[in-house]
């Protein structure tokens, strides 16, 4: 794994204890709300939003591996279009947040 992923996994586990327990679908809300955040932030409105929400699921769903392709396409753009380094924006956030958080037991 690469630097930035371990630290975002360590930032998880200090707020979240273990994560070896969850299955990878436990992480969807978590991931749905960061998401969306990012989507209201770039100025997206609710009627779309929910209209995403609500379309039909694809028949044969994208493997992980490509649909975390897709997601990091789109966090590259936002980042582009923002005029912001999106890797040096979380070093920036998980250096904040790990030297300021008390350890999860």
């Known amino acids: 794994m690469s630097e930035i992923q371990n630290k975002a996994v360590a930032l998880a586990m200090q707020s979240e204890g273990a994560l070896e327990p969850q299955s990878s679908s436990a992480r969807g809300a978590p991931f749905l709300k960061s998401a969306l955040a990012l989507y209201f932030s770039l100025g997206g409105d609710v009627e779309t939003a929910l209209a995403l929400a609500t379309a039909p699921r694809p028949a044969t769903p994208l493997r992980v591996d490509a649909a975390v392709a897709n997601v990091m396409v789109e966090v590259a753009v936002a980042s ?3 005029d912001i380094d999106m890797v040096q924006a979380t070093y920036n956030r998980l250096d904040s947040e790990l ?4 350890r999860h037991k």
């Open 99 to 102: 030297e300021s958080m008390p």
């Open 80 to 82: 582009h279009l923002s």
